[in-house]
Each structure stands twice: as C-alpha cells, then as structure tokens.
C-alpha cells in the first residue's frame, strides 16, 4: 500500500525557518516523483514545489521560488521541503503526494495524497 505521512509543521515568526519531511512506504521515492501542495482557509489548493528523480529536475510555484528546497533522500525514503523566509502568506496545510512531475505541478497529475501538516507564521 503506498502511504505518504508529513511531518514538521508548526508555528513559526515571519522570516524564520521550517523543513517539512514526507515519509514514503509501499513505494521508494527514486522511482517516484514527489510534489509538494498546501491549501489555506478558503482557497484552492496551490502547487508548491515537486521533484522529478528520473530527470533530475525540480520546479516551484512562482510564490516560493528562492525561498523553498525540495529534495529526496533515498536511504531514508523520504522528502523533503526547506521553507526559508517565510511570511504570514505561507500558512497554511502543507500536503505531499506522488505522481507526474512537471513545470506545470499540477494537483490532478498526484495521488496517493498525505494527511497533511499546518504551518503557522506569524507577523
């Protein structure tokens, strides 16, 4: 069964730091390509970053681009994301998912979705 589960969310001030984790099992994520996704109260889901293995390639939202790291560590089969400089407008539940990595991130090219994890930034 593939799952993913996150971890390492919380409450952190404008202009500090978090890193995300996103644990993989049923599948190893060098076979896979990782996306990360979050979703504030009362908006859509918005693409945040994901990692193509087999290309070697990585892409971001126009919003975290030069603040956000996506990578992958295949001995401990899990994801990660940097989060640098962050700002109130990044809280928000931060989920990763697998499926088809793109310039385009798009949500309905992933699945297998995790529960989820909450950033918090305050101002």
């Known amino acids: 069964e593939v799952q993913l589960v996150e971890s390492g969310g919380g409450m952190v001030q404008a202009g500090g730091s978090l890193r995300l984790s996103c644990a993989a099992s049923?599948?190893?994520?060098?076979?896979?390509?990782i996306g990360w996704f979050r979703q504030a109260p009362g908006m859509e889901r918005e693409a945040v970053s994901c990692?193509?293995?087999?290309?070697?390639?990585?892409y971001y939202g126009d919003s975290v681009k030069g603040r956000f790291t996506i990578s992958g560590d295949n001995a401990k089969n899990t994801a990660y994301l940097q989060m640098n400089s962050l700002q109130p407008e990044d809280t928000a539940v931060y989920y990763c998912?697998?499926?088809?990595?793109?310039?385009?991130?798009?949500?309905?090219?992933?699945?297998?979705w995790g529960p989820g994890t909450q950033v918090t930034v305050s101002s």
């Open positions: 998912a697998w499926g088809y990595c793109s310039e385009h991130i798009l949500a309905s090219d992933f699945g297998s």
């Open positions: 049923g599948f190893t994520i060098d076979d896979y390509n």
């Open positions: 990692i193509s293995h087999s290309e070697g390639s990585t």
